[in-house]
């Protein structure tokens, strides 16, 4: 009866047009009034508790940082570079896009984020070498996706968050998976371009042209590597990086390449409130939701119900893998996580993945949404960029959502990608 109270609250809500943060709490309001005994002023003392993280002032620095590197010129150096070095191959540009988006995803954190900063200049660069507009649209929206894995991740540290992980840990776990995505989607890029004829560089750059990218864009190069290496060297928390992250760009952009100007740091602060706001306001709603869903043991009655189906760890993984995907296709990264995450993680937990692990396969999961409709916020930003019919990219992309779909696969039966790198730091 809890459960059919929750979730028939929150569904029938969403269905309404309510926010989905205001949905969350008048369900889990109804589940506190109506099944237990709990008196209605938990629920704001649980959202002041849940807020009292240091650990979620991290999402503002990085949406911050991302906007001043992208506004800032670091992106289109890094381009300039990848273009230098491997955009004369067959798909070479396909490539160009889909490392650019691996090493922006280094710093932003942030699927749409990224999509916007490469497809800007790539999909019509891409167009001019007479790519199908539809599928440089449609790589751009799924190497975008990247973004939430690679580390920094937004989602990373909701998740984090939400059920008590560590950051770092997660940060590190997602650096191969997001890694293996954009190698397969390469793969396919390069199988594509070979069969419809589409050319790199007409020419290799030489030692001096790279040369010279190279060197304009060393201190984009630095930017992910001061912002990682400050966490996983021990001398700064993810927060204290992010915060590192918004000095070093605001300066590179700012006083160095002199690109960054005051209208695009209104814009960056506009674009950080609009995100923290919404999204902090749901995480608190939600610690919250995890005390009522542990009270009610609703996460052990969902793996006692799944186990009723089979007894196979992998089916019952293959069928939390299925729900994800299809939440996905309607709802964001960060609310599916902040609202699934402390249901579906003792499911996985009992099926042998760690809750580490269970964060990167959950992302990765649902960053195949960014790329299905009706929510695919990476297609409207990409078909807005193009000038092509969002279902267009949409169907060019089906082969490369199956890149994903096998990336994430391997990475829930194959702990070591997502896990060898943690064991290696402990």
Same mark, same amino acid.
């Not at 167009?127 to 996706?145: H, M, S």
């Given at each position: 009866?809890?459960?059919?109270? /929750? ?13 989905? @943060?205001?949905?969350? @709490? ?29 650990? /979620? &002032? ?23 570079? %990848? ?7 067959? @798909? ?70 939400? =059920? !008590?992980?560590? =950051?770092?840990?997660? *940060? ?32 290799? !750059? ?12 060393? /201190? ?25 992250? =918004? ?6 952009? +700012? ?13 960056? #602060? ?11 306001? #749901? ?16 996460? $052990?009655?969902?793996?006692?119900? &799944? ?41 996985? =937990? ?7 692990? %269970?964060?990167?396969?959950?992302? #990765? ?11 695919? $916020? ?11 019919? /969002?279902?267009?990219? +949409?169907?060019? +992309?089906?082969?490369?959502? &199956? ?6 696969? *391997? ?16």
């Amino acid at each position: 009866m809890d459960f059919l109270i /929750l979730f028939g609250c929150l569904f029938g809500l969403l269905v309404l047009g309510v926010p989905i @943060g205001v949905c969350l @709490g008048c369900g889990t309001l109804a589940v506190m009034l109506l099944t237990t005994d709990m008196s209605a002023m938990l629920l704001a003392q649980a959202c002041f508790t849940g807020l009292d993280s240091f650990t /979620l &002032l991290a999402i503002p620095f990085f949406v911050v940082a991302g906007d001043f590197m992208m506004y800032g010129g670091i992106s289109r150096r890094l381009l300039n570079l %990848f273009n230098a070095l491997i955009g004369h191959v067959t @798909g070479g540009l396909a490539d160009v896009t889909t490392v650019a988006c691996m090493f922006f995803a280094a710093i932003s954190g942030s699927g749409p984020a990224t999509v916007s900063a490469i497809g800007t200049f790539m999909i019509p660069e891409m167009e001019n070498k007479k790519y199908d507009p539809a599928f440089a649209a449609a790589l751009t929206a799924c190497a975008g996706a990247i973004g939430v894995i690679i580390p920094p991740s937004i989602p990373f540290i909701i998740y984090a968050v939400a =059920v !008590g992980s560590s =950051v770092s840990d997660l *940060f590190l776990a997602g650096a191969i998976p997001g890694i293996l995505i954009g190698v397969l989607l390469m793969v396919v890029s390069y199988l594509m371009a070979k069969k419809n004829g589409w050319h790199g560089n007409d020419k290799r !750059g030489t030692r001096q042209e790279v040369w010279k990218a190279f060197k304009d864009s060393i /201190l984009a190069i630095l930017s992910p590597i001061i912002i990682l290496g400050s966490i996983y060297a021990g001398v700064c928390s993810p927060t204290e990086a992010a915060v590192t992250g =918004v000095v070093y760009s605001f300066i590179i952009g +700012a006083f160095v390449y002199r690109e960054l100007k005051w209208k695009h740091i209104v814009k960056s #602060m506009i674009d950080a409130a609009l995100i923290d706001g919404s999204t902090i306001f #749901m995480v608190g709603i939600t610690t919250c939701l995890g005390r009522v869903l542990t009270l009610k043991a609703i996460p $052990i009655r969902l793996c006692d119900w &799944l186990a009723t189906f089979t007894n196979s760890n992998a089916v019952i993984l293959l069928m939390v893998a299925a729900l994800l995907l299809i939440v996905g296709c309607f709802m964001d990264n960060i609310s599916a996580t902040i609202i699934l995450a402390p249901i579906l993680l003792p499911t996985a =937990v009992k099926c042998g993945l760690t809750p580490v692990q %269970f964060g990167v396969v959950m992302t #990765m999961l649902l960053a195949i949404g960014f790329i299905t409709p009706p929510y695919g $916020i990476n297609l409207f930003v990409a078909s807005q960029l193009s000038g092509v019919p /969002l279902l267009r990219i +949409a169907k060019r +992309a089906v082969p490369l959502m &199956l890149a994903m779909l096998v990336a994430s696969l *391997f990475t829930i039966f194959i702990p070591q990608i997502s896990m060898a790198l943690v064991y290696l730091a402990h």
